[in-house]
């Protein structure tokens, strides 16, 4: 954990220009998709759309091919924490979905993600997906230079664990924007004051995984991704790709500001 901490990325003005505009996509994504989160569509078809929208607008998905990952998103559904792979499944009245796009526009990145209630939901499953939302604004205004990276997941896992629900450990929030995946990991659960300092210039995501059941997951020997709840409860999970200013923070996939 942080064990390159100089290989941090300190972006320069062109580059957070276009890691923005990448961002902006990746959340006007995520809006049209909304239209797609109802009972009787398959998660096929929303990869399809998901492909055709960012193919529109000049760009293509990281996760295509990304380690063989096959789709252009993730859907995960229901006890599916992450990295749910699009297939036969037809969404059904009372699901949860996490719909988790990452476009690469001009050489950029940008990620992010959002649940989506499909029809009438439970009380349940709606406590759940606010709590998640609020987790995920909690380790955001914890974003601002001088402050540890480790008092994001400190704040979101106190907010989390008072509402009584548990914050996944296995994954975790990390740097982006030149590449997929960059330094720094980003923990959802973490001692305060701990790890980097945050600069001006960073770019990373935020993206709580939160479990109404216990915080372990297990993934599927079948397709080697889809990671599931270990007790079958219900996970939601939502992230924002953030920039480090001067004075705080901008959320840069935070287009419609809806979530």
Known sequence: MFKNRNKIIIKNPEQIEGIRAASQLAGKTLKYLEEFAVPGITTAHIDKKCAEFMADHG??????GYKGYPAHLCTSINDVVCHGIPGNYELKEGDIANFDVTPILNGYY???SKMYRIGEISKEATDLIEVTRQCLWE??????????????????????????????????????????????????IAEKDSGPIMQAGMTFTIEPMINQGKARCKVDRMDGWTARTIDGKLSAQFEHTILVTETG???LTDVYQDF
């Not at 760009?59 to 295509?64: I, N, R, S």
């Open 59 to 64: 760009a293509v998905a990281a996760t295509k």
């Open 110 to 112: 940008g990620d992010t």
């Open 139 to 188: 380790g955001i205004n914890q974003v601002r230079p001088g402050n540890k990276f480790g008092n994001i997941g400190f704040a979101i896992s106190r907010l989390a664990k008072s509402k009584g629900y548990s914050v996944v450990f296995e994954f975790a929030g990390h740097g982006v924007g030149l590449r997929f995946h960059e330094e720094p990991q980003v923990d959802h």
């Open 249 to 251: 923070y901008e959320a």
